[in-house]
Nanobody, 125 residues
């Protein structure tokens, strides 16, 4: 099994930056596609960014394109989400997720098998 733990969330002002980290334990995720999701109260969970097993392919939601950067360090079993130019609408609980035995990322949260507990990101205006 894979256990995922997010960190790096917090309260920042609009225009600021924040870096989220997701550390994996248990079974390695080096060959697993990873995604960052977020969910605001009353809204559905949405994919923010995703990355293939080798980092060769990435995805960004239109709302964050140009502002967020996803990366992974398989040697450290860690995936990162660098967030810049943050906006109040970025406020949400951010989750990292991993696909089981899948190297390519997927857009639907239903296609991810392992989830972290989430980390709160709040962007003040």
């Amino acid at each position: 099994q894979v256990q995922l733990v997010e960190s790096g969330g917090g309260l920042v002002q609009a225009g600021g930056s924040l870096r989220l980290s997701c550390a994996a334990s248990g079974r390695t995720f080096s060959s697993r596609a990873l995604g960052w999701f977020r969910q605001a109260p009353g809204k559905e969970r949405e994919l923010v960014s995703a990355i293939s097993w080798n980092g060769g392919s990435t995805y960004y939601a239109d709302s964050v394109k140009g502002r967020f950067t996803i990366s992974r360090d398989n040697a450290k079993n860690t995936v990162y989400l660098q967030m810049s130019s943050l906006k109040p609408e970025d406020t949400a609980v951010y989750y990292c997720a991993a696909r089981d035995y899948a190297s390519s990322y997927a857009l639907s949260p239903l296609e991810y098998d392992y989830w972290g507990q989430g980390t709160q990101v709040t962007v003040s205006s």
